[in-house]
């Protein structure tokens, strides 16, 4: 490819990565043919129960930035600044997100922002939008790509330099790779799935809990959480094992078991409400998808969930997505667009990172379900936020460094396990500190107290 030669970009896949790929193609003033297979956002009703709300941190709003909708989404989204700890018997506990106080997340919704995206994609004369198309053959390595038209029910095949499948978890376009040879893919169901609930506005339109917060019900093997929405409801949602949802097979269990775990949270879903929003779903899959190269040659790539779906309890898949788009962006403007070159380097790159960061949302959802109501948890926060302020350059949190900052994933994780050392090297030379002291007192009070005090110096041994 020449040197700033302009591309004609086939996206398949009009969500949230596709839609800002767009974007950022767009604004470079590359040809972009955006397909979809569902309908226009803009123009349907919200899907219940398949959202989980969307948490905004550093790196989307990085990514937004550069397409100038940063601000956009900022004034839409509800700050969150800590995690809203909810025990069995009602109390509340706080677990700020930066102990400093300057950053937060923010809750935003999946379908503003969808659309959000798309319109902006539109403004550009160079992007077209096509809905309504499946993907249903693909010579991708000559840049040929046929769709179905569901309306018309015809065919179309566009030729193009680069194909970006930008088509989600179960991605058409990275079931092509999956039939070359040296294409490594893995995929891990967990055991546990989700289903969708909400606390409505109370009767004066306001938040029924405090909003600044993502509230969790951890409960070790199970927890509910909840984010607030602009309407002022939440979305709230029950993360489970499978036999746990069906064995709440009739309203007297669902009910006895959410007054079992979760009492406060009644009054605030309403009894009927409950019954009827639990009834009216099934529970989800969450699916965990790992695979590499990202590239195939010089004339297709794959991103975001297409790429890397990873279970929501990081907050990062939207995030990790996004983030994509900025970094192909910077490559393919670096190499002076040559797709043989900027390919293969920015799959070398994102996978390392990408793989590091689905392992760690499988990670943070023990934390959020279980580890959060331990002390050794608590405790082990406490120091790294004490350390964090002695040595903010040095010493900075894994959930800093993911949420709040754009250090690769993977140095985010190697920074834990130095980190993890450390502390582990501490708590040792602490215990074995101790121990020589109080061998030391006992040899002192043996050497100084006399004989005759045999009485009192049994018990100050003891």
């Known amino acids: 490819m020449e040197q700033g030669k302009q591309l004609k970009v086939i996206i398949v896949g009009g969500g949230l990565v596709g839609s800002l790929s767009a974007c950022y193609f767009g604004q470079r003033g590359h040809e972009v043919h955006l397909y979809e297979y569902r309908q226009d956002i803009r123009s349907t009703e919200l899907v219940k129960g ?3 709300n969307l948490a905004m941190s550093a790196r989307a709003r990085a990514a937004l930035r550069q397409v100038g909708l940063e601000n956009v989404m900022l004034d839409h989204g509800i700050p969150m600044r800590a995690r809203m700890i909810h025990g069995l018997d009602g109390s509340l506990r706080e677990i700020p997100y930066d102990a400093r106080g300057k ?5 935003v919704s999946r379908k503003y922002l969808n659309e959000v995206l798309l319109t902006a994609a539109e403004k550009f004369s160079n992007v077209k939008i096509h809905f309504e198309h499946k993907l249903v053959h693909t010579r991708l390595e000559a840049g040929l790509v046929t769709f179905k038209r ?8 566009e030729h193009a ?5 930008a088509d989600g978890a179960y991605s058409a376009v990275r079931a092509v790779y999956m039939r070359r040879p040296m294409f490594n893919y893995s995929q891990t169901y967990i055991p546990h799935g989700y289903l969708e609930l909400c606390i409505p506005p109370t009767q ?7 909003p600044n917060y ?9 927890m509910m959480i909840a984010l607030p929405n602009q309407d002022h409801s939440w979305t709230v949602t029950l993360f489970m094992p499978f036999p746990q949802f069906a064995a709440l097979d009739t309203p007297a269990r669902l009910l006895n078991f959410f007054q079992k775990h979760f009492p406060d949270s009644i009054p605030l879903i309403g009894k009927d409400k409950l019954v009827k929003d639990f009834f009216a779903a099934t529970a989800s899959h969450l699916v965990s998808v790992k695979c590499e190269p990202y590239n195939l040659g010089s004339s297709a790539v794959l991103i975001g969930d297409a790429a890397h779906a990873m279970v929501p309890f990081y907050g990062q898949g939207m995030n990790c997505g996004f983030e994509d788009c900025k970094l192909l962006d910077k490559v393919l403007s670096d190499c002076g667009w040559d797709l043989t070159s900027a390919l293969p380097q920015f799959s070398s790159l994102r996978s390392k990172d990408a793989q590091a960061i689905c392992d760690l949302a499988m990670y943070n959802y023990i934390e959020m379900r279980d580890l959060v109501n331990r002390n050794s948890f608590l405790w082990r926060k406490r120091l790294d936020n004490v350390l964090y302020w002695l040595f903010p350059s040095t010493w900075v949190p894994l959930y800093n460094s993911v949420t709040f900052s754009e250090m690769s994933y993977s140095k985010c994780a190697k920074n834990k396990q130095w980190q993890d050392k450390i502390v582990g090297r501490g708590v040792k030379f602490f215990g074995l500190f101790v121990f020589a002291a109080l061998i030391g007192c006992r040899l002192y009070w043996q050497r100084i107290l006399p004989t005759d005090f045999y009485f009192l110096k049994s018990l100050i041994l003891l």
């Open 103 to 107: 950053e937060c997340i923010y809750s």
């Open 204 to 210: 004066d339109g306001q938040f029924a809990m405090k």
């Open 50 to 52: 398949r959202s989980i």
């Open 150 to 157: 569901q309306t018309e029910g015809d065919e179309v095949t």
């Open 161 to 165: 330099d680069l194909v970006v499948g």
């Open 214 to 222: 993502l509230h969790i019900w951890p409960r070790g093997s199970f």
